[in-house]
Structures are given as C-alpha cells and as structure tokens.
C-alpha cells in the first residue's frame, strides 16, 4: 500500500503530521509513505505548483493524502504559478472526477453552526460534487469586443460526464437514507438541461433511490432553511463548489470537516483517490500551533475506506475523534486552547 | 406618471391587487395604470409568455410593477413558451441591467430567520446583481461529443457590462454604509478575471467606498457565518441569482422582500424600473388569500422611489409596513391568520 503525502502550505504540514501520527499508530502492515511538495512551497522550491515528480508520486500511489495549498506570497504571479492551481492539475490529471463533501453536525457541538439548534441537528447531507468538467475545464480566454476586453468561459456537459457522477451519487445515496437530490440551472442552461436529462434517465437503474431536482438558487436558499431536508446533492463543479462551502458553513465547523477526491482507477484494495480536509492554508495561524488536526484526520480515515478497503480503521479514526472531541481537549476554534499537537496527542490516545 | 402593471400567474394578481390599493390611496396626480398579461396566463390567452403587446405596455411605461410568473401547467413547454422566459425577456428587451435586492431583518421579526438571532440581527445588505449578461445571455445550444449529447453555454463580461454594473453597486454603496464587497471565481474563471480587473479600475472614482472582493464560494460561506460584515455585494448574473436567494433566506422572511431592477434610460422623475416581489408565484397557495403582500407594497415603494422621485411616498410606505408588522395582523407565514387581503388593510390604515 503506497500513500503520497503532500502536506502543501500555510497550516497544511502541520495538520497533516497529526493524521500521520494516527496512521503510524495503527501500524498498518506493508505501507510506503513518499512525500512531495505542491502548492507555493513547491513553486518556490521547483519553480511549479505541481511539479512532475508530485505528479508522479501521486499517480504511483494508491491514494494522496493532501494538506492545503494557498500563500499569500503567491498571490501576484501569474495564474498558472498560483498554488490554486496545483489541486486543479492532481483533479485533471488524475482524473479525480468525483468530490465527496459530508456535512453532518458533531453530538455535542451542535452550538458550533450558526443556525438556529433545531436546525443545525437536523444536518446530515453530502454534497457529490462533479470535479473534471464544467466551465472549471471548458476553454477559457480574453477577446476583444464592442465593450472592451472581454473575459470568456464555456460551460459544458455531456452524458458521460454525467452519467459518471451520477452513478456515484446514487451508489452513495443507496448506502445512506435513499434519497438524492441533483442541482443544476435547467430553465436557463443547456448544460444543465443536459445535466437533468441524464440523471433523470439514469434513475431507472436506481428504482431505490428517491430522486428530485432543484434550481441551485433554490437549494442556495433551501440549505439555509431547512438543510434536514437533505440526504445526497450531487451537482456540476461551480454549483458544487459554492453549495459545498455553503454546508460547511452551516455546519459551522470548518477545522472538523473532510473531503474525499475519489478518480475512476481502482486500486487493489478500492478505488484511487485524494483527501484533504476542507479547511484552507490559513496563512494566518500557520506554523503557530493554533489548527485544528481534526479534518485531517478525518480524511485519512475516508482515506482507508474508500482507498485502501479498510473500513475498520477507519471506523476506529472516526469514534476517537468522536470521543477526544466530547472530551475536554478543545482546540481555539472549539472555544479551547489546546495545541494542534495536543489533539493530535488526544485523538491517540483515544484510539488505543 | 404611466405605471405598466404586470400581476403575472399563481400569487402574483392576488399580492399586485393589494399594492394598488396602497397605490391609490396616494392619490398621485396625473397618473395612468396599464395592466397586461405576462408568464404563464399571457401563453394560455395569447400563445407567449410575453406577448408584443405587453412589452410594448412596459416600453412606454415610467416603471413597471409586476406580480410573478411559474405556472406547473406550463412545466411541460419547450422553455422558450415557459412563464420564466417572459422574466427573462423582459431583462433583456428593456435593458434592465441592474438588481437591486436589499436584505434587512425587520425589527422584532428576526425571529423568523433560520439564523441564531445575534447573527439574524446584524443582517442589512444589498444584493446588486447584474442582469444582462454573464451565462444567462451568452451563445448556448447542444452539441455531440465524444461522450454523447453535450450541454454547452458561453459565460462571458465585457469592461462596459462591468462598468456599468459596478458604477451603480459603488453609487448605492455611497448611501449607505460605503462597504462594497465584489464576488467573483477569479481564481478559476476568465469571465471573472476581467470583472474584477474592471471594479478595481473603477474603484480611484470612489475613494470613499472601502472595496474588497470575495471568492463566490468563500462568500456562500460568511453570509451564513457572519452576513453583518456586508454591505454592498455586487456580482455578476449567475452568483448573484444565488447569492441574493440564499441572502434572503438567512432573513427569512421571503414573503416580505422587495426588488428592483434598474435599466439605463431616465424618466422624467428618474430611472425607468421593473419591480417584483421575491417570492415566486408559489402556485400551491394561489387563490386562496394566504399569500402575504408585503414584499408587494414594498416593491411598489421602491418603484415610487426610483422611478417617479417620489422619496417621500416611498418612506410612507416602509412606515406603514412596520407599523403593521408590529402590531397583531399577521398572516400564515408570520405565524399568524390574517388573510391577504386583511394585511393590505390593515398597512393601508396605518399609511392614513
Ligand atoms: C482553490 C479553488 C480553485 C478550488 C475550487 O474552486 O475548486 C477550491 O475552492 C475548492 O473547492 O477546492
Ligand atoms: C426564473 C429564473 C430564470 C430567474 C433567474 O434565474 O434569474 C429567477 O431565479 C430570478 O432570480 O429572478
């Protein structure tokens, strides 16, 4: 079992040493760490965001545990030197098409969303999110016009695109409450008239899985009034985007949340993919002891599950964190003022 | 003073009627009503959601009040028959460039919002969402591709379309509290490289408005975590249809909010406007008297400001909402039982 590491920026090494710790602590037979730079540090060691040996390393591996990429030092380069653009390259180049987000609020920590308690209980969605098309990848330039510049960007579909991640929300949906909602723009878009004729001709195969549709403006407003409606969302790259922020938003624990890149190609023990926590670099409180390891942890759990096929580790993860966080260990952002280490060290000793 | 009046399907006759009451108890001198079909009700007796006729009405008009449109029965029609394209015809043929979408709790409702009330409380921004451009207006249409049908639209904004647009955000930012916040995708998108090179041009022009811009997905994330740090958020057509949604629904309160959107031309009294309602036609309650009017009378305060000069009517207005808020009338969605023609009535008393 091989897994690339790439810890990235601002608070990115940090959090991620703590998820290396737990995976050091489970001992896990036969596994190889590599570790490769990506973002600005590997712009400014290498002169790229994602040089070719990252690049390799990640695709040698079975899955890419990522930290954050994003630095401010970085911020007046030309776009294609920015940090940002390293996780675009490792989505394409990887082929990493399909993003799952789970929000769920924390028994306990419920006073962390800033919705009303009722409503923040009632959270437990998962944002499947389309991450290789869209007008993220469709061709994009400047051309002149009657107005002056102008800055252009095709947005597209097609039914393979689709028909991909749809299957993936609802094989996601089957295992939880059943129920999948897409998201797209159909009364003004062609791409996502394409969108909806596709997911809706692929229900057939999931008789299962109760299916409805939704204009995004809608579920913009939809997740902030009663997000409890929600079980699956599965949309494009741009409307996931935004919708995927806007339920970690909801959930209010930004430092807590994971998130699962998974590509096409499986692996001997699943299916290859990357993991980062939601969280960004937070140039601000790096290197200062300050971040929360909790959603890197997270997403090495999500890492051992749907990567490496081992769902009792991670399982394991997953109630330590549980537990360490209805301890009194708390971080900053928990209103504490333990250390990242100290939760790492908290976490771990929950798990023994 | 010619007002074209455009009640529209579902809620939409039944709201627009209790706005004219308002309307006439004004006694405006020297002022005309022209009342026309448009959305659904307009394809049914005339074979198009927006007949010539009635474009032609909201042409030689001041202003134009307009209910809403969507109606199930018309779901099934290719989208060009569809109540929505008479919304978006409307945009376009009148040149309506600029919305405006204030979002303010009312004082004593904050209750309503799905927020915890310290955060619903600090909630008073405007939306100012360009409507002429962007993904909705671009070049669009299917194609085959090597993965089947493909969806395709152009996103595109040139220097004019943005110049106009961030000229009027940074104006109403100048009345009110001289925060403007531009929302874009700059770090993915073309479209939005050019955006926000054009707002950071205009912004020399307006050195007492403190300007910052925000990726769209980390702003679907503060305005739920802390909507009190806007202001003024000026975005393009696509964000902004879901930006300004999701911002009116951290208030709560849809039946109560008010929009405008703008075109270029003057009138003799001041720029020529169309103004409508947030809520939609919301066909499941139509005809039943349980739709509340108050986002109805607040529109037809924003067209009495905007379009005919007439401030002074306009905050007649406003205080007879409140007042009324704050006394015992209140319909369904409120929590209470007043129909809708008993709120008219009773706004109307305290507008006397
Ligand atoms: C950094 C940026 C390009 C990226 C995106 O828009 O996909 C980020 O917002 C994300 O969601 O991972
Ligand atoms: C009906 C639809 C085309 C429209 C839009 O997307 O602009 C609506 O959502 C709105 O915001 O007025």
Chains 1, 2 share one sequence.
Not at 235 to 246: E, K
């Amino acid at each position: 079992m091989k897994i690339a590491v790439l810890p990235g920026d601002g608070i990115g090494p940090e959090v991620t040493r703590e998820a290396l710790k737990v995976l050091d602590a489970l001992a896990l037979p036969q596994l190889t760490l590599f570790e490769g730079d990506v973002g600005g540090i590997a712009y400014k060691r290498h002169g790229h965001p994602l040089p070719a040996e990252t690049l390799e390393m990640a695709r040698a591996a079975d899955a890419v545990l990522f930290g954050a990429v994003g630095d401010p030092e970085c911020d007046t380069l030309p776009r294609e030197y920015r940090p940002e653009q390293a996780i675009l390259g490792l989505r394409s180049e990887l082929g990493l098409f399909a993003n799952l987000r789970p929000a769920a609020g924390f028994p306990g920590l419920e006073d962390l969303s800033p919705l009303k308690p009722e409503l923040a209980r009632g959270i437990d969605l998962l944002v499947v999110r389309e991450l290789n098309g869209d007008v993220y990848f469709g061709d994009k330039g400047e051309r002149d016009s009657a107005g002056g510049r102008e800055g252009w960007d095709d947005m597209s579909y097609n039914e393979a695109e689709v028909r991909r991640i749809a299957h993936s929300a609802f094989r996601a949906a089957q295992k939880r409450r059943k129920k999948l909602t897409s998201v797209d723009k159909a009364n003004v878009l062609e791409t996502s008239r394409i969108w909806r004729e596709t997911v809706i001709e692929l229900a057939g195969e999931y008789p299962d899985v109760e299916l409805d549709h939704m204009y995004v403006d809608n579920a913009a407003m939809q997740l902030v009034r009663s997000p409890g409606q929600f079980d699956v969302i599965v949309t494009g790259n741009l409307f996931g985007d935004i919708l995927s922020d806007q339920a970690s938003a909801c959930v209010g624990s930004i430092g807590l949340l994971a998130s699962a890149s998974l590509g096409e190609r499986t692996t001997e023990f699943g299916t290859f993919g990357l993991y980062e926590p939601i969280h960004g670099s937070a140039p601000d409180i790096a290197g200062q002891g300050k971040a929360n390891p909790v959603a890197a942890i997270l997403s090495l759990a999500m890492l051992l599950r749907h990567s490496l096929g081992r769902d009792a580790d991670a399982n394991r993860i997953e109630r330590a964190v549980a537990a360490s966080l209805s301890s009194e260990i708390r971080g900053a952002d928990l209103g504490g003022s333990a250390s990242t280490q100290e939760i790492g060290d908290a976490i771990l000793r929950h798990l023994q």
